[in-house]
Every structure is written in structure tokens, then in C-alpha cells.
């Protein structure tokens, strides 16, 4: 599902729709189909991988994205902080490469790794390793070293074995109507979220969950010029306004929410998830400065012909999630 149609009906899938309740035979297929799949892996009739070494999923099980990588990066540091060597492992959404493992570094071309992994690369400095194939991933990484290795958006993918498994949900949307595909955006069943670890809220919680969550919020760390890398603090902002925004996440109106709440007075521009810049996107006529997320930077150096600036942001996890995660650790 992709374009106008695909935003459309996602849309209505977490406002809850009425139309939507058509889709509800189909969406007990997709139940079912999705409850065979989990019981062959259970018993043993499809293959799970187990690593030699602890494995942590942070995903989630809602289409539209839930801001896995900020947290995914947080965990990252964190490990490294503990001693440890983590390695990322992701599908790579986005891109395709001609091989796989792909090692991802910050040469990687977006469209050969996706725009997430390369981001996650250049955030953290751990290894990041793109597959289909998420066991073949994971031994290219525990052949680089890694002793704990991290699975991005990874819940669904079920021949790697984990430890930990750790859900992001979008404080905004929440789990949307409550349905699973097509008549809803659930990738699985509404009680998956009582059979995972931990809850993370992204956000102000604005809807009930099956389950007690931990909250974490987004908050900015700088500015990086989309040029050179140069960094500035937050505030004062080292342009002058009104700017041109950008955003082609998962739910744009959260970062330009993120720069109201600054100050910066801002035209907004969104586009689908995952967009695949040109420069005719970011030409907007005039001199204005362009700002942008660090996930669509990736994809935007050298399109941009005029000032242009990244807002860099960090997950801040509320301090029982860290010492409930410490504690878990500790015993992998």
C-alpha cells in the first residue's frame, strides 16, 4: 500500500473508521494466517535461530511507524556504557542491496540499506548490519565481535530467537482501532502486547493499553548543518526564521509539533514515510532556511542549494524503564 490511498486509509484505520468494519471477514484470514505462522515456529516445524549471545527486539506491531530508532539508539549507548559490544541487525526497509549481509557505513547509499539503518549507524557508532535474512544478519555481526546484538523493528520476524523483546507504541495513535489488517493497522493481534517484556508509550499517552507501560519522550539535543556537520546547541537556533520543515517519518506532525513548541515559526512539508528525496522536493522558491529530521537528512545531502539543518533528537526513557531494563540485563 503505498501513496495517497495507503496514507488515506491508514489514517482512518486509527481514527476507527466505520467503513472500516467491511474488512473484518479478511482481517480474521490475516489472524488466522498470522496465528499458523507463530504456531510453526512454536512447535518447531519452522527453524528459530538461537544466537550464542543475548538478542533484544524493539519493535512494534502497528503500520505507520512508532519511533523505534530513537530508542534503539538510546539502548545502543546504554549497552556500550555497561562494557558492552552491541551490534544492530535490521530488514532494511527502503533500500536494496545487491548482497546481503550488508554492512552499513557512512558511504552506504540509503537506497541500498534504507534510511533508518544508515541513521542508526551514524548515531551510535556500533555496527549495523542490513539483511532479509535476519540469523545470517546476526552472524555476520557475532563474527565482527558483538556480544549482544539488537533487532530493529523485529518482532514480527520470528526466526530469530530473542531474550527481550521490548514494544514501542505511538503515545498519539496508540494501537488505532483495535483491528488487524485490512480493517485495521495492527501487523498482529491486539494481545501480542501482553506477551512482550515492556511496553514503551512514545509520547503523551492519549489512548488505553491492554497492559502497564513505561513512558519516554523525544526531546531535542542540537543542531547539525546538513552541509558541513557543524553542531549547535538547540537554542538560540543558529538560523534566523521563519524555515521551510520537512518531514518523511512515520507521523510528520510530530516533528513539526517539536519545532512549535521551540519557536520556530515553520512551513510544513510532509511526505509518505520512508520518502525518497529529489531536489525539486526541497526547492521551494525563496531563501528561507530548510530544516529536517535526522532520518530524511540521510537521504537529503547534496539536494539541498541553499542553508539547511538537521534536528537531532534523543530518547528519554522515564527512570523505572531504566532500572527494570538494568536489571534484565544483568541477568542475560
Known amino acids: ?94 533500500g536494496k542491496a545487491e548482497r546481503y549481509p550488508l554492512w552499513v557505513t557512512a558511504d552506504t547509499p540509503p537506497t541500498s540499506c534504507g534510511d533508518e539503518p544508515r541513521m542508526l549507524a551514524e ?23 558483538c556480544d549482544i546484538l539488537l533487532s530493529d523493528d523485529g518482532l514480527q520476524h520470528l526466526a530469530l530467537g530473542r531474550d527481550l523483546e521490548l514494544l514501542v507504541v505511538d503515545g498519539h495513535r496508540g494501537l488505532g482501532n483495535g483491528h488487524c489488517l485490512p480493517a485495521g493497522p495492527l501487523r498482529e493481534p491486539r494481545e501480542r502486547v501482553a506477551t512482550v517484556d515492556a511496553v514503551i ?33 538547540v537554542s538560540p537556533p543558529p538560523f534566523r526564521g521563519p524555515v521551510h520543515a520537512v518531514a518523511g517519518i512515520g507521523r510528520p506532525a510530530r516533528f513539526f509539533a517539536t519545532l512549535e513548541a521551540l519557536g520556530i515559526a515553520h512551513v510544513a512539508h510532509s511526505f509518505g514515510d520512508h520518502h525518497r528525496f529529489t531536489a525539486d522536493d526541497l526547492a521551494f522558491g525563496d531563501d528561507r532556511p530548510l530544516v529536517m529530521t535526522a532520518k530524511d537528512a540521510v537521504k537529503c545531502r547534496g539536494l539541498a542549494s541553499g542553508e539547511a539543518w538537521v534536528l537531532e533528537v534523543e530518547a528519554i526513557p522515564d527512570p523505572d524503564f531504566v532500572a527494570w531494563l538494568d536489571g534484565r540485563l544483568a541477568t542475560l
Open 201 to 233: 508509550v512514545n509520547g503523551e499517552p492519549r489512548r488505553d493499553l491492554p497492559v502497564a507501560a513505561h513512558r519516554m519522550t523525544l526531546a531535542p539535543s542540537g543542531w547539525r548543518s546538513l552541509d558541513d556537520g557543524a553542531r549547535y546547541p
Open 123 to 145: 548515531q551510535t557508532g556500533v555496527p549495523v548490519v542490513v539483511d532479509p535474512d535476519r540469523p545470517r544478519g546476526g552472524r555476520r555481526l557475532l563474527e565482527a565481535g
Open 1 to 94: 500500500m503505498s501513496g495517497g490511498v495507503g496514507e488515506r486509509w491508514l489514517e482512518a484505520a486509527y481514527a476507527g473508521a466505520p467503513w472500516l468494519r467491511v474488512l473484518r471477514p479478511l482481517e480474521a484470514l490475516y489472524r488466522r494466517v498470522v496465528a499458523d505462522r507463530a504456531r510453526a515456529y512454536a512447535e518447531g516445524r519452522r527453524r528459530v535461530w538461537r544466537a550464542p549471545v543475548p538478542v533484544i527486539v524493539v519493535g512494534n506491531i502497528t503500520l505507520g511507524g512508532t519511533g523505534n530508532a530513537p530508542p534503539l539508539a538510546w539502548l545502543a549507548r546504554r549497552l556500550q556504557e555497561r562494557g558492552r559490544r552491541p551490534g544492530i541487525l535490521s530488514r532494511g526497509y527502503g
